[in-house]
Each structure stands twice: as structure tokens, then as C-alpha cells.
């Protein structure tokens, strides 16, 4: 491959990037994308489902002692990328600002593309304060001649046709405005592309049973990898991982057709990234695929309900539609909404079901229409007449 000097693409190496890329040449990177330790102050530790444990260190002497990690290593990956190159730094809040002051030091304050946020929802009650549910991506390119491809999404479900429909310019003002022809009728342009994609990507962060999981700390889902190398690089292009962890960025480059080269100084990070790129396996997301909405089962009429108690929702569950925030006696209580095609019987029977599996005791049972057959629910269950019922019978 010409402009890469002693070392071959699609393979990754277990070495120290800034050892590493003193073996490739001036300009020959189109992508970098690198997710570097986030001077957490910690040993990440991690296993899989099969037994193997997976560890790297994140502790530092002080934020000089990392500062100075990071710069010497961003100096190399500045050299090795292409004039048109782009490079990708995933970060958080622990460091976040010093990465990019660095980034802006070494690559040039003109040379910010955008910060990228990746959001992903996160249950968890361990810590005071905030609950952290977002990581930071700094995007430079070398120089203003860069390479960038649009990603267009779907319109927003609160979009109208005529904002799908028709061509918009600006006015003497400056401000949007409707195009309209000679004769001040509005003009159509027909359907368009959609929505360029922005820079808040909401992408589910890994379950546990996720197919492409592999036990490593701080693995990312294939799909954000796959936005950096669609809007950033094109096929053949050459992308490197300088610090590959569980080789994700590599087995996005190869599901997109493009070469790959990582560094790592783990060799369990190398070993189980070799593994991962002999059979590339990507957890297909129903939630990207579906939308958020196709996962939001209730009705206005049921929603009203349940807004008449302090519960939460629960969607996409036949004997459920809500649990009580506070418990009784100590224990969870289960809200079930007679449906219309349910009889109170029947209504019990499956608000049972789900507190057996749930392991709730107690249930509230609302009913919304009478039956032909009266019904005696358990003692275990607390019958409330729905206020639209009440007032019909």
C-alpha cells in the first residue's frame, strides 16, 4: 500500500501507537479515529459471558503527566494524516477540555469541524447528582480542504408536508422563507433527501446480551463507529485506531469497505480484536430501526389514566402498564388498565401472570367498562373504577 512504510493495512499491531506510527509515512491516514483513556483515575476491569476478564490501566500521576501522553501522540497522528484526513476523538467529562484545547492547539482552532454528542440512556442510581447519560466526539481535519459526506435522516415525525415539500430561501432580511415564482405561487421541488444528519446522535449504548458484546471495558456500538467512517472517509480509504481497545473501529472499517490499521498495548485487547475481525458480527439496534416511537404502546386514554398516579409507564407489557412509584409496606405495587376487549376476569388473569414473573404482591386493577359476568378479584388486588366508568353506569 503506498504511504504506509514498514507496516500492513488490515492488520493491528500490539504496540504503543506513538511506537507504532513512527513506522508509517508523512500523509498517509484518511481517518483517525481514537477513544484514548479518559483520566479516569481507574483500573477498568471487565468479563465476559465466557469467563475471560479484560482489563487497562487509567490511573496517572497528575493532568501534566496525561496532557503530555496525549500531545506527543496527537503530534504523530497529525503528521500521518492526509491533507483532506479527518480525525475523531471520543472523550468525556473527565477530560474533555483538555483534549480539546490540545486538539485545537495542535490541529489549529480553524480546523474544528463539530462536537459530536452521542447520548444513550442509562439506568442507575449509584451516584449524587446528574445521571451521565452522553460522551463527547471532538471532529478536526487537517486542513480546510476535508473530506465530508452527508448522511441524510428522516424528518421529524412533527414535520409538516409543506416543510418536506417546498424549496426555501432567503429573504432581503435574511430570514427563511417559502420559495415563490413569478407569479407568487409557491414553488415545489418534490420529496427531498430528508434531514443532513446533526451532531446529536442518540445510539443505544451495548446491553449486556448485545451479539457483538464482548466483555471489554468502554466498547462502543459498531453503529457510531460506522457514522464516523460514512460522513469522514470513503471506501478504500485507510483508517487507523490508535488506541484499538476491542477493535470496533476496525470491524466497522471492514463492514464498510474500508482498510483498517490499530495499535494497542494490551495484548488481550489485540487478541479478542483479531477475533472480532475474523467474523464481524454487528447487533442489529430495534430501537434505530423501529424509531423510538413504535416502542410507545399506550393510548391517550391510557396515558390520561395512569397521569392520575404517581407511577411509571410501562410499555410493551400485557399485564402491566404501570408501577407505583412508592411502595406499600415496603412493597412493589403493579398498575394494570382493563382493555376494551378484555373482560375484568381476564384483565385480572394477566395482571396476575405479570406479578408473578415480577415477583410484585400487590396489583391495582383498573376497570374502564362493565362486564356481562360480575367479577370478584383476588384479595391481593385493589379494584378502582375509572372515572369515565364511574360516571357511565
Request: hydrophobic content about 35%.
Amino acid at each position: 500500500m503506498k504511504g504506509i512504510n514498514r507496516m500492513q493495512v488490515n492488520n493491528i499491531y500490539n504496540l504503543d501507537c506513538l511506537q507504532g506510527m513512527q513506522y508509517l509515512n508523512d500523509e498517509s491516514i484518511d481517518l483517525i479515529y481514537l477513544d484514548p483513556p479518559f483520566f479516569t483515575q481507574k483500573k477498568h476491569k471487565l468479563s465476559n459471558s465466557g469467563g475471560e476478564k479484560y482489563e487497562f490501566n487509567d490511573i496517572w500521576n497528575d493532568i501534566e503527566d496525561y496532557k503530555e501522553y496525549l500531545r506527543e501522540r496527537l503530534v504523530e497522528m497529525k503528521r500521518v494524516l492526509k491533507k483532506d484526513g479527518n480525525i475523531f476523538v471520543h472523550c468525556d467529562k473527565n477530560a474533555n477540555h483538555i483534549i480539546r484545547i490540545l486538539l485545537e492547539e495542535i490541529f489549529g482552532e480553524k480546523n474544528f469541524r463539530s462536537e459530536i454528542i452521542w447520548t444513550y440512556k442509562r439506568w442507575s442510581n449509584s451516584k449524587k447528582g446528574l445521571l451521565d447519560s452522553h460522551q463527547n466526539i471532538y471532529h478536526f481535519s487537517k486542513s480546510s480542504n476535508y473530506k465530508f459526506n452527508v448522511i441524510y435522516v428522516d424528518y421529524s415525525p412533527t414535520t409538516n408536508i409543506d416543510q418536506i415539500l417546498q424549496d426555501r430561501v432567503r429573504n432581503s432580511n435574511g430570514k427563511s422563507t417559502y420559495k415563490r415564482d413569478e407569479n407568487g405561487d409557491i414553488v415545489y421541488n418534490g420529496v427531498k433527501k430528508g434531514v443532513p444528519l446533526g451532531d446529536v446522535w442518540e445510539i443505544p449504548f451495548l446491553n449486556p446480551k448485545a451479539k457483538e458484546r464482548v466483555g471489554y471495558p468502554t466498547q462502543k456500538p459498531i453503529q457510531l463507529l460506522e457514522n464516523i467512517l460514512n460522513i469522514g472517509s470513503n471506501v478504500g480509504d485507510v483508517v487507523m485506531d490508535p488506541f484499538l481497545g476491542s477493535g470496533t473501529c476496525a470491524v466497522a472499517a471492514k463492514l464498510l469497505n474500508r482498510k483498517y490499521i490499530g495499535f494497542d498495548i494490551n495484548e488481550n485487547a489485540v487478541d479478542v480484536a483479531k477475533k472480532r475481525l475474523e467474523n464481524p458480527v454487528k447487533t442489529e439496534s430495534s430501537l434505530l430501526k423501529n424509531g423510538i416511537e413504535m416502542y410507545k404502546t399506550k393510548s391517550e386514554k391510557e396515558k390520561r389514566i395512569l397521569s392520575r398516579y404517581d407511577c411509571d409507564i410501562v410499555q410493551r407489557n400485557k399485564g402491566l402498564d404501570g408501577i407505583l412509584r412508592e411502595k406499600v409496606n415496603g412493597k412493589l405495587v403493579g398498575i394494570k388498565i382493563q382493555k376494551e376487549n378484555e373482560n375484568l376476569s381476564e384483565s385480572e388473569r394477566n395482571l396476575q401472570n405479570a406479578m408473578k414473573n415480577k415477583n410484585f404482591e400487590l396489583g391495582i386493577l383498573i376497570r374502564t367498562h362493565k362486564d356481562l359476568i360480575e367479577h370478584t378479584v383476588a384479595k391481593n388486588i385493589i379494584l378502582i373504577d375509572d372515572i369515565d366508568y364511574f360516571f357511565n353506569i
